[in-house]
């Protein structure tokens, strides 16, 4: 049976080689990875390795890490990237009840808010205005809701800002919104599409397997209707970003389906832009109480499912984000050394209620993005939502040369 690595060596991984690694590791792993080196491409690894790099411990997973950094500077190069953005929650009213979730409220509830598209319109303004280059619309879904709600959005929001991209609604409020309007589902997102919509977030994924989404959120959409609304959005030209999350009830081969899949509907699409592991919160949810899921991923399973992801999906889907929002700082850092190469959003909204003087609340400048990066001794770029325009924030060459990655855990 193989080791379990120590913190110090989870936190140290980045100054290893494959040289350092790679005899210390049993030959099956390091004959898959080796593979997929190669060709970097996840496509040539079997179900049965992709498994067998899934479940790796010890030295095993210290050579899938060290792999998964090599892949990504060859793949994604040195640069890291991130948009500016401002994440709009429209109502944290929601009957879904998905036990993993602490944001939604019953109608009843004292602490309700419902935004109209005018007043979700001026949130984008005010984002436009500090450099916003996208909005991020997503929501609880309400009874009772206005069928063409999600329309009224993109359009008011068009009409304020109309070089906004939008990144909104996902694959379950889009269920949502074909069955308030009657529509079939093509029609339905052509229309989303030919009012704003630019890109859906793929999310409400968790994980795509039935027997855990009904542990999960029993309400909730089939993994059969989330794959035909990403499959269906891409064919009408809205691209999706691409999710799972991760540390509840899953187990390994739960990733290994998963990362499988996005790859099969890649191949047949090519519409997803990055592929996000997001890690389970615990705290506060129902899942978690009612002794339903464990309380979060492990430091060894935050590094080993981005790190498993640059492998399986290289060649496929190339852009492996960090959701910074639910790491810490340090530990957002060093998922970038296992494979990462983007880092999501600035989520500007914490920062507008900032300002209107809210003290809690995550937020993170485009300032301190760069400089997140730098520490970690990459270097910064804005993009757009789809990656099609990155703009470099290069500090000086020396700047460069200075920053050193020191491993501190929190
Ligand atoms: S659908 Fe979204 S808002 Fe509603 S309970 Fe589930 S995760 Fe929360």
Same mark, same amino acid.
């Given at each position: 049976m193989s080791r379990v690595l120590v913190q110090t060596e989870l936190e140290t991984f980045p100054s290893l080689a494959w040289s350092d690694v790679a005899s210390q590791m049993s030959p099956q792993p390091r004959t898959a990875i080796e593979q997929a080196m190669e060709a970097q491409n996840g496509g040539v690894l079997s179900r049965e390795k992709c498994l067998l790099l899934?479940?790796?411990?010890?030295?095993?997973?210290?050579?899938?890490?060290?792999?998964?950094?090599?892949?990504?500077?060859?793949?994604?190069?040195?640069?890291?990237?991130?948009?500016?953005?401002?994440?709009?929650?429209?109502?944290?009213?929601?009957?879904?009840?998905?036990?993993?979730?602490?944001?939604?409220?019953?109608?009843?509830?004292?602490?309700? /808010?419902?935004?109209?598209?005018?007043?979700?319109?001026?949130?984008?303004?005010?984002?436009?205005?500090?450099?916003?280059?996208?909005?991020?619309?997503?929501?609880?879904?309400?009874?009772?809701?206005?069928?063409? /709600? /999600?329309?009224?959005?993109?359009?008011?929001?068009?009409?304020?800002?109309?070089?906004?991209?939008?990144?909104?609604?996902?694959?379950?409020?889009?269920?949502?919104?074909?069955?308030?309007?009657?529509?079939?589902?093509?029609?339905?997102?052509?229309?989303?599409?030919?009012?704003?919509?630019?890109?859906?977030?793929?999310?409400?994924?968790?994980?795509?397997?039935?027997?855990v989404r009904f542990v999960l959120s029993r309400n909730k959409l089939t993994t059969e209707q989330w794959k035909q609304v990403v499959r269906t959005a891409h064919r009408c030209g809205i691209r999706s970003t691409s999710t799972l999350m991760y540390g509840h009830i899953e187990t390994p081969e739960h990733w290994v389906n998963q990362l499988l899949l996005l790859r099969e509907i890649q191949h047949e699409t090519g519409g997803f832009t990055e592929f996000v592991p997001l890690g389970f919160v615990h705290q506060n949810t129902l899942l978690f109480h009612q002794g339903l899921a464990r309380s979060g991923p492990t430091l060894a399973e935050h590094l080993k499912i981005h790190a498993l992801a640059r492998i399986i999906l290289a060649g496929a889907i190339n852009n492996i984000q960090v959701s910074w929002v639910k790491l810490n700082r340090r530990l957002s850092q060093l998922c970038l050394h296992a494979g990462a190469n983007d880092y999501g959003g600035t989520l500007m909204e914490e920062n507008i209620s900032r300002e209107a003087g809210a003290t809690a609340g995550q937020y993170t400048s485009p300032e301190d993005f760069q400089a997140l990066i730098l520490e970690a001794g990459r270097i910064p770029a804005e993009r757009n939502t789809t990656y099609s325009k990155i703009n470099l924030k290069l500090p000086s060459q020396e700047l460069i040369a200075e920053q050193t990655f020191e491993p501190e855990f929190a």
């Open positions: 899934a479940n790796a411990e010890g030295d095993d997973l210290l050579g899938l890490l060290v792999a998964a950094n090599a892949l990504r500077s060859e793949l994604a190069g040195n640069i890291v990237t991130y948009v500016v953005n401002r994440n709009i929650n429209f109502t944290n009213i929601c009957f879904v009840g998905c036990k993993f979730c602490a944001f939604s409220r019953g109608p009843r509830e004292s602490d309700t /808010y419902f935004l109209s598209p005018g007043q979700v319109a001026h949130k984008a303004t005010e984002a436009w205005e500090l450099g916003a280059t996208e909005v991020c619309i997503q929501g609880g879904l309400p009874h009772g809701l206005d069928p063409f /709600y /999600y329309r009224d959005i993109l359009r008011a929001v068009k009409r304020a800002v109309p070089e906004m991209h939008i990144h909104a609604f996902s694959p379950m409020e889009i269920v949502y919104g074909v069955e308030l309007t009657g529509m079939s589902l093509t029609d339905y997102l052509a229309i989303l599409r030919d009012n704003g919509l630019g890109t859906l977030p793929g999310t409400a994924a968790e994980i795509l397997d039935d027997d």
